[in-house]
């Protein structure tokens, strides 16, 4: 079954510990990105990658590392969490940059105290 | 910068009522516009895709249109039915690829 998977799906943690929520496809998908979703805000990119080792700034990027390493995989890292952070975070993937159809993970609920 | 608003942010109606969901955008120059669905601890599901080029898009009871000089798109969902019950977000993708989300319409409909 295609699909893009997150993990973990809930997470509560304190400021300032690092964390990594990790996300993987099973399509072959060259483009991923990363996602918030905050109340009435919509969804806001973090950060995208069109392929291996290519990685760019979305519109919210600060506070957030990425890195590509393989094609099927797409961390998203926090180094210091803070409060401002918590937030409903998605990972996406589609064929390539300029493709139609995006897959979204399940999302991974965060909670920064 | 594009902006994207989705009007109401909440909606309840009777079961078999048909449904009006709006969706506003500042920047004409779009590729595409797309509607989704967003289920409670469930990603995004892609419902309808309409090219800049196109004044509608239709799927079963779903129907969607796209009037881009005047920057607005609607979703129609005919004869609502509980499990028509969900979030309802638009996004517009601008000549750089990247998606602009509106806020979304949260749909209840009463059995």
């Known amino acids: 079954e295609a699909q893009v998977t997150q993990n973990p799906r809930y997470l509560i943690t304190v400021t300032g510990k690092k964390l990594t929520v990790t996300c993987s496809q099973n399509?072959?998908?060259?483009?991923m990105s990363w996602y918030r979703q905050d109340p009435g805000l919509g969804l806001r990119q973090i950060y995208y990658?069109?392929?291996?080792?290519?990685?760019d700034k979305g519109d919210v990027p600060e506070g957030y590392k990425v890195s590509r390493k393989e094609k099927r995989n797409f961390p998203l890292i926090l180094e210091s969490p803070s409060p401002n952070q918590t937030s409903l975070y998605f990972c996406?993937?589609?064929?390539?940059?300029?493709?139609?159809?995006?897959?979204f993970g399940p999302g991974t609920r965060l909670t920064v105290t | 910068k594009q902006e994207v608003t989705q009007i109401p942010a909440a909606l309840s109606v009777p079961e078999g009522e048909n449904l009006v969901l709006n969706c506003s955008f500042t920047?004409?120059?779009?590729?595409?516009l797309q509607w989704f669905r967003q289920d409670p601890g469930k990603g995004l599901t892609s419902l309808l895709l309409?090219?800049?080029?196109?004044r509608e898009q239709t799927s079963g009871r779903l129907n969607a249109s796209l009037d881009k000089s005047s920057g607005r798109s609607t979703l129609y969902i005919a004869a609502s039915q509980p499990g028509d019950s969900a979030t309802y977000l638009c996004?517009?993708?601008?000549?750089?690829?990247?998606?602009?989300f509106g806020a979304g319409t949260t749909v209840t409909v009463r059995a």
């Open positions: 996406a993937s589609r064929t390539d940059q300029s493709s139609y159809e995006q897959y």
């Open positions: 399509m072959n998908h060259e483009y």
């Open positions: 990658s069109m392929n291996v080792e290519v990685t």
């Open positions: 920047d004409s120059a779009i590729y595409n």
């Open positions: 309409i090219q800049s080029s196109q």
């Open positions: 996004a517009v993708r601008p000549p750089d690829y990247k998606l602009s």
